[in-house]
Each structure stands twice: as structure tokens, then as C-alpha cells.
């Protein structure tokens, strides 16, 4: 019996029929079809990848009159076909190669399933032929998603703003995994022309950008939805003083056990609110072909402790909420999209879960291994509410990620969405804090997120260490997605496991004063030292890497410096609590290293707006150091 191939997402159905098929040099990709034109990009999509990693040559045919002995792959769309939308069947005979497809995203996504098949089975030509022939298996595969929309939302308002060439390499490598929804998370990194002083300094996305981006996804059957917060998170733009006035709190205020200085959220009760979000929206929806709008919404931590604080006590915080909930949906679907808004604040208040419409979808969010989707989850579905599951990828404060928590948090959000009838499965990235994590440290979490949402039975154990090194890195040591999923798991070793974040990403953000006392200290330094020991055993262990990816240096650099960075962050604790091993002269001339390493690696896949910000956040640390070096001069 045959080895079921490492597929990522793993089809749900996949048999083996018995015999081989060769593949022939100048043979033909066949679009069966009354409207070839539809089928083109699929079927040039695999034809480049025959030509760029087989070194076999095919041309694209439309039409019936052509001898049957030349068609190599025959591409067809049969909407009788006995699957569910966007599914496919893929057979590979001695004959030849059928692909048919429910639909126009069907047959991408069993193009994307044959190239990996090709991936998976290639072999160098013997015998030096001059015509290579590659063989592969026949087999059946019969294919459609659990969830029908499958996204990946990108935080591009925390400092990190991605080059065009990131995005579309990224977009390109998502659709390859069967995403079809995409988001950038924006605060105020677009390009409003109305409003410049607030994106002057972070190289925001223009419009022309974003039409060109737009135009890149359609023909991948990914849907750009177009996201801006419209109420929480509203700091870069209620910190300038033409916007402050729209504040909640303009002064500031005290919420979640600290004082927050700057204003936080628009004032939900201030006519002028509502009158810049659509103002906003006029600007930003015509860029895209979505009908859909995510308004964002979320974390209004300071509604009723500012200006609406007498009549949130009047008719209760939730429902002054709700109100002004209303009034963005009003201007959304007077636009004729369909909203979607985030969760938290609804759950918080559940009294208005019944008020809400029926036409808007609501993302659950949540971001640890044991968030309750099954609650929450439960109590949309009892209302009749269209929702989303929305985890993470638990790479921000964390350095290299938390691969345990990432999968089971992918894991929960894709069994209990399935339970309850999500409609939608949005992987998060976010970038609190500076966005410290590289783009690599990423990609565990959008590949088992993308194999969960397609298809949760067949793909939640898959070995998501090999699926990366095959389908993320290209690397046929199999070391990097090991390396990945390994560092991924250095949060586990201190012992203590804080929430969203890990304890090794903390002590390099904070001053030593402010964690000094959340470990005893006979057991910190022993703990740091094991710690350290491990960072230095998973790198050496995966030390050979031969990736194929064209990027594979800047690979190579980002995964070092992750490992500096958590290397330093070890140092950093065994010094902070009292050990002597390590200077403040040496620890200081080693994190100036890591800051240039950081600089140039940042540019090489972002925007230049939001790096001093995020460098801003190792200033910690440098200032700790520089005391104790003063100290010791003046000794």
C-alpha cells in the first residue's frame, strides 16, 4: 500500500487506483470549457509551475479540435459536479490527468493540490535523458471545504506595514493553502487623502495600491476585504488634536489595572463620530471589489468612563454600545456591503446579542488553547446570528511564536465553528508591541489554520513540521519547519505561561523592576540557564538548512535573530536577577547588534514608517544596561 503524500490542506478524500502516469514534454493543458477565459489563470497557474520545478513544457489549449493522444491535463468545470461549492475531483490515470471542479475556485484549488502532488513526487531524470518524464501515481481525489470562507487577517497598524513584494508573496502562498478571504487590520495605514496628518510617518497603503492588490487577490479567489476600526483602537488618531475633540476620554483614563494617557475611543454620543467614520468609508471601500466590510469595533475599554460615563449609567453600557453599533451598520449597508464586527464587546453584554441584525457577521475572537468557543459559538447560533471563528497564530509578544497554544487554539476555534455552523474561519496576526515577531515565525499558524479550516477531520493531525518544510520553506532537509515548530515552543521552558504573550518576550520589553518578582530567584537563574541551553541545542540540532525559496537568506537571517533575540532574552534574566555572568558593557554591546540586525532585516520585507516605533520598544533595556554601566564608573 501506497503512502497517503503530505498534502497541505490533506484532501478529504484520497484513494489510489493502481498504475503510474508519465508525464510527457509539449503535451497539452485542455480547458474543457464554453468559457475557457475563466479557466486561464488556473491553468497557467500550473502550467508555470510545471515549467519552474519540473522541466516540463506544456501549452494551454482551448477547444475540442485537437487529437486526444496530445492532451496531457484536461481542466473542466461541471457545476453537477456531486461535491459541495468550491470542491473538485482530481484524477490521475495512465491515460491522463481530469480535473474536474464544482466551480471557477474549485478548479484553482485542485491546481494547487496537483502542483503539490508534483512537489511531493518529483525525482530527478534518469539516465541524463533529455526529455525528462516524471511519473506519478493514479489516484482519486474528491475535495471541498468545511468552512466557505477561510481568511487570514494581517495587522498592518502595529508599526509593521509590509512592502508590496511581502504582500504578494505572501497572498500567492496563502492561496496555494486554499485561503480565500484576506484582510490588512487598519487603524489609520491607509493613505485617506483627507487626512495625511495621521499617516505621514508609516508608509501607509495608497489607493492605487490597494486596487492593485485587490486585482492580485481576485485572480487567486481570495476576497481583499477592506478593514478599518471604527470605534476602539482609535489612538493614532485621537492623539492629534483635529481629532481629539471625537475622544471618549480626550484627558486620558484608568482602566484594566493601569492609567492610559492618550484617548482611546471615539465618543459614541458625539454626532461628529459617525460623521468622520463615513467620511472614512467614502474614501476606503471604493478601492475594493469586497462586499463585505469588517468595522472592527472591539476592545472599547474606555466607553463609560469618559464623556458617555452618565449615560452609560442611564441605560447601561452595553446598550449604549449597541447604539452607536447601529448607527455604522445603517451607513455600511446604505453602501450596499455586509458588515462584520468583532465579538468581545457583544459577549460582554449579552443582553443585546437578540437586538443585533440578522444580515451582519460577528468574528469571535480569541486567543488562548482554552478561549471558549463553544460557548460563544453557541449562543450566536441560538440567536441566528452569521459568525465567524477567529484565533491566532500566537506569534505576537511571544518573540517565535507558542506552537503548542497556536494549534490548539486553531484546533478549538475549528471544531466548535463546525459545531455551530460558522460560516468563517479568520486567522489573526497582530503585531502588539512593536510587531517584533518575523513573518516566518508566522507561517505555522496560517498553514494549520489554513488545513483546518478546508477540511478539520483529515487535516487536524497532520505534522504541520513536515507540511512547512515542504509547502512553506522548501526545504528538503526537513530542517526549518522543525526549527519553526521548535522555537515556537521555548515559551514552555521558564515555567511560567502569562496569557497572549510569553514570559522570555516580557523581560526584553519591560525594565527589570517590573519583572523581578514574578520568579523566585534561587529558581530564575537555573531556569534561564535551562532555558538558554535549549535555545542553543533546537538551533544547533537544525543548523543544516537548504531551503529553495528564492528569499532563503533573509530566511536564514529572521530565524537567527529570533534566536538571539530569545538567547538575549535568557542573558537578560540570569543578569536581572543578581548573577554576574553577564556584564551590563557585554549585554549592551550584543543587544546593539541585534538592533542593527533588526533594522536591516525589517526593511528588507516592510516599509520604512513604524520602524523607530518598534525599535522604540528595546529602549528598556539599552537604559537598564546604561544605568549599571554609569553605576560602575562611578564605583
Known amino acids: 500500500m501506497q503512502n497517503i503524500p503530505v498534502l497541505l490542506p490533506s484532501p478529504r478524500s484520497l484513494r489510489f487506483t493502481g498504475g503510474l502516469y508519465a508525464l510527457r514534454d509539449n503535451s497539452l493543458i485542455l480547458l474543457d470549457s ?72 474549485g478548479l484553482f484549488y485542485a491546481c494547487c493540490t ?33 468552512f466557505p470562507n477561510r481568511g487570514v487577517l494581517l495587522d498592518i497598524s502595529r508599526d509593521k506595514v509590509p512592502t508590496m513584494e511581502t504582500i504578494f508573496n505572501l497572498v500567492d502562498l496563502l492561496a ?14 491607509f493613505a485617506y487623502q483627507n487626512h495625511p496628518d495621521v499617516w505621514v510617518d508609516a508608509s501607509p497603503f495608497t489607493g492605487e495600491e490597494i486596487l492593485n492588490l485587490d486585482a492580485f487577490c481576485r485572480e487567486r479567489y481570495i476576497e481583499l476585504v477592506p478593514n478599518q476600526n471604527s470605534f476602539g483602537h482609535m489612538e493614532p488618531w485621537l492623539k492629534l488634536q483635529r481629532y481629539k475633540p ?46 463585505q466590510f469588517n468595522v472592527g469595533c472591539d476592545e472599547t475599554i474606555d466607553l463609560g468612563l469618559g464623556r458617555s460615563k ?51 457577521t460577528i468574528l469571535e475572537w480569541g486567543y488562548e488553547a482554552e478561549h471558549p468557543f463553544k460557548e460563544h459559538c453557541e449562543k450566536y447560533a441560538q440567536a441566528g446570528l452569521d459568525f465567524y471563528v477567529c484565533p491566532g497564530t500566537s506569534a505576537w509578544n511571544s518573540i517565535a511564536g507558542r506552537t503548542d497554544n497556536c494549534l ?71 530542517n526549518m519547519g522543525n526549527l519553526a515548530y521548535d522555537l515556537g515552543n521555548i515559551y514552555h521552558e521558564i515555567g511560567i505561561e502569562p496569557e497572549n504573550e510569553s514570559v522570555l518576550f516580557n523581560i526584553l520589553q519591560k525594565p527589570i523592576r517590573e519583572w523581578k518578582d514574578d520568579l523566585e530567584p534561587k529558581s530564575a537563574i537555573p531556569g534561564f540557564h535551562h532555558t538558554l541551553d535549549v535555545v542553543d541545542q533546537v538551533s544547533g540540532s537544525r543548523s543544516q538548512i537548504n531551503s529553495l525559496r528564492p528569499d532563503k537568506e533573509l530566511l536564514v537571517r529572521e530565524f537567527k535573530l529570533t534566536i538571539e533575540l530569545l538567547r538575549h532574552a535568557c542573558m537578560r534574566g540570569i543578569y536581572g536577577y543578581g548573577s554576574m555572568e553577564y556584564s551590563p558593557k557585554s549585554l549592551l554591546e550584543g543587544l546593539e547588534k541585534i538592533v542593527a540586525e533588526y533594522r536591516l532585516i525589517w526593511l528588507a520585507r516592510n516599509r520604512p514608517g513604524g520602524l523607530t516605533d518598534s525599535l522604540g520598544y528595546f529602549a528598556h533595556a539599552e537604559n537598564d544596561y546604561h544605568k549599571n554601566l554609569e553605576r560602575s564608573w562611578k564605583k
Open 34 to 105: 464554453h468559457h475557457p477565459q475563466a479557466l486561464f489563470f488556473s491553468a497557467e497557474h500550473l502550467r508555470d509551475a510545471l515549467s519552474a520545478n519540473h522541466f516540463t513544457k506544456m501549452e494551454i489549449y482551448a477547444g475540442s479540435a485537437i487529437q486526444p493522444e496530445r492532451v496531457g491535463i484536461t481542466l473542466r468545470v461541471d457545476p453537477q459536479l456531486n461535491t459541495e461549492p468550491q470542491g473538485y475531483r482530481l484524477k490521475i490515470t495512465p491515460a491522463g490527468i481530469v480535473i474536474d471542479a464544482r466551480d471557477e475556485p
Open 114 to 146: 496537483f502542483i503539490q502532488l508534483l512537489q511531493y513526487y518529483s525525482v530527478l531524470p534518469k539516465n541524463n535523458e533529455a526529455t525528462p518524464i516524471w511519473s506519478l501515481p493514479c489516484l482519486e481525489i474528491l475535495d471541498w471545504p468545511d
Open 176 to 189: 496555494s493553502w486554499k485561503i480565500n478571504q484576506f484582510q490588512l487590520y487598519t487603524e489609520h495605514t
Open 246 to 291: 471625537m475622544a471618549e476620554a480626550p484627558d486620558g483614563f484608568d482602566s484594566l489595572g493601569k492609567h492610559h494617557d492618550e484617548p482611546f475611543s471615539l465618543c459614541p454620543l458625539d454626532s461628529r463620530s459617525i460623521t468622520f467614520l463615513t467620511g472614512l468609508y467614502d474614501e476606503l471601500l471604493p478601492h475594493f471589489s469586497s462586499k
Open 310 to 360: 452618565a449615560e452609560c449609567r442611564r441605560i447601561g453600557t452595553g446598550r449604549v454600545y449597541l447604539d452607536f453599533l447601529l448607527k455604522i451598520y445603517h451607513e455600511v449597508i446604505k453602501r450596499g456591503l455586509h458588515m462584520q464586527c468583532w465579538g468581545d464587546i457583544i459577549t460582554t453584554y449579552p443582553e443585546i446579542v437578540h437586538e443585533l441584525p440578522k444580515d451582519l
Open 408 to 478: 490548539q487554539n486553531l484546533s478549538n476555534a475549528a471544531r466548535n465553528g463546525l459545531k455551530f455552523g460558522a460560516q468563517g474561519y479568520l486567522i489573526t496576526d497582530w503585531g502588539d508591541s512593536g510587531h517584533w515577531q518575523m513573518l516566518p515565525v508566522s507561517y505555522l499558524g496560517f498553514a494549520a489554520g489554513a488545513a483546518y479550516a478546508w477540511s478539520f477531520v483529515t487535516n487536524q493531525d497532520v505534522d504541520i513540521r513536515d507540511a512547512l518544510n515542504r509547502y512553506a520553506f522548501l526545504d528538503p532537509t526537513g
